[in-house]
């Protein structure tokens, strides 16, 4: 079912098939809701794995997992495998299979940094408007100029508050920060808090090479992101992939056009990564999406509908299997007629009428061949998983997650020196100095019978005195206040151009605005 040089996906007139070759050429897999669009996903993974391909995708409703188990024999599944001419090579076999998740409840926890995240993405996971976005730039700017690594809300709440407390100064060098935009940041914080997004951040980050792995046998690694209670955070879902396909596109070298993709990712529910998103957005997945092919990484949207991907990306999508559409309102007859028109034609096939009349486990399928070119669109019957239909249980979950070799790299969150601290640390030095500089005043009060003053700061009365000594103290102490403080800003600028050369260097932000680390 799956040989060295391409995967069968089904039978038509002929067999249907998916060379690795033209694999990183990207593709798409749409249908109306129960038309068989995860078992498609689900033998597309299985030839990938068995080809030594690894593979990302997220498990919307649970039933991805079975592919770590073997399946169980079923009649109609048995049907299918003689109807698709495969029933004597045709067995039950698990895959290797490593669990994530965001939340860190039903796989392997996925953090990454505030700053490896970028503003780009940050503004969308937080729905900042323009003039937010552009507060929240200056702060990365700012950030980044003073070495300051925000890894974590907390940092990013305390680096907000020292924004605000320096928008007169900073509205000068970037431009203007509005405390009201501040304000409206961190109350969208508060709501990405409550919908667990501070599991996200922090550390240990992912390394993205741990999604690019073989087992001992060979076959590649089957990544599955535990997504069915993520989706009450469409959002963040969202913005966790596309920083993902930025990150695959950061970190891998180019390698042309290899033999097999160097790992496979599929984006299930994709409208969720478009909806709502604004144009500058778009355009960078867009950009992402044309040229991630170099690096050797075939991406697949899965979507209800082929309207819900931008035109500019669906162009892009070469090897397609489009389930049943239903035509029920014009934006479906529409959506129908679009399907049709993407496929290169196939002068026996009505493929609109077609569209409307597939059943479940039935697609029309055209791939890449020979120099890129499209096939003909044929109307096929899917092949049979060979692994486990449906979910598998929670026991087996975990059994599975506490064998995985990677178990325990992720599973406790650390905390290291970053904004937060650096900043705490700087406001309590500052409470130090003001705290000595009150001390020496009163000592030299005392010493030269000046009023004396309270602790709270008021200067106690003193009937009959001539104030002239007392505004000339004044002038003094006021004038060594003005010494202090400008040595103080000048130690804490050299502290921050000292930290800037050790990190604010080698921070170089990517594409997508998300961090690289330089050499």
Known sequence: MTGKESIFVGASTKNETLALKLANRHGLIAGATGTGKTVSLQILAEGFSKAGVPVFCADIKGDLSGLAAEGVSKDFLEKRAREVGIEPSYEYKEFPTVFWD?????????????????PLLLSRLLELNDTQEGVLNVLFEL???EGLLLLDLKDLR??????????SELSTLYGNVSKASIGAIQRRLLVLERQGGEN??????????????????GRGIVNILAADKLMSSPRLYAVFLLWLLSELFEELPEVGDPQKPKLVFFFDEAHLLFSGAPKALIEKVEQVVRLIRSKGVGVYFVTQNP???PETILAQLGNRIQHALRAFTPRDQKAVRAAAETFRPNPDLNTERVITELG??????STLEGKGIPSVVQRTLIRPPCSRLGPITQAERRALIQSSAIFGLYERAKDRKSAYEILMNRAEEEQRQEQRSRDREEKHARKHGEPRRSRSGFQLPDFGRDDRPRKESMKRRSSRRSQRDSVLEAGLKSAARSLGTSLGRALVRGLMGSLKRGN
């Open 143 to 145: 950030a980044d100029d």
């Open 158 to 167: 305390a680096m907000l508050a020292h924004v605000a407390e320096r928008a």
């Open 307 to 309: 309207l819900d991907i």
């Open 200 to 217: 996200f951040f922090g550390e240990p980050a992912l390394d993205i090479r741990d999604f690019i792995r073989t087992a001992q046998d």
């Open 102 to 118: 965001l939340l860190g409840k039903q796989g392997h926890p996925i953090r990454t940094t505030v700053s490896e995240i970028g």
């Open 360 to 365: 479940v486990g039935e697609a029309l399928v």
